[in-house]
């Protein structure tokens, strides 16, 4: 199983970013997919995620300007994640994660954000 994850960079505050992360090689449907940021060496903490139904949850301090949605159109399973009025403390590498039935849990490789003041 493979993620291909892209879309961060620089932004000033107040400006938008769309994340996107594209999954393929897995014979299952993902069940849920999300997305990760880690600051500076901490753990990786949960900003958003939604699950094959469409069930999603927030880190509280993104509700209202994130949001993760899925494609399951595809024969691949791509999620995103659409971050406006971003802020400084939105910085972070950005980290993709599906969790594939009767398989494991998979991570993209990071995708920095960094929001200037």
């Known amino acids: 199983v493979q993620l291909q994850a892209s879309g961060g960079g620089l932004v000033q505050a107040g400006g938008s970013l769309r994340l996107s992360c594209e999954t393929s090689?897995?014979?299952?449907?993902?069940?849920?997919m999300g997305w990760y940021r880690q600051v500076s060496g901490n753990q990786r903490e949960l900003v958003a995620r939604?699950?094959?139904?469409?069930?999603?949850?927030?880190k509280d301090s993104v509700k209202g300007r994130f949001t993760v949605s899925r494609d399951n159109a595809k024969d691949t399973d791509t999620v995103y994640l659409q971050m406006n009025n971003l802020k400084p403390e939105d910085t972070g590498v950005y980290y993709c994660?599906?969790?594939?039935?009767?398989?494991?849990?998979?991570w993209g490789q990071g995708t920095q954000v960094t929001v200037s003041s």
């Open positions: 994660k599906v969790e594939i039935p009767y398989d494991g849990d998979y």
């Open positions: 090689g897995n014979f299952w449907r993902a069940n849920v």
């Open positions: 939604i699950t094959i139904g469409g069930r999603t949850n927030y």
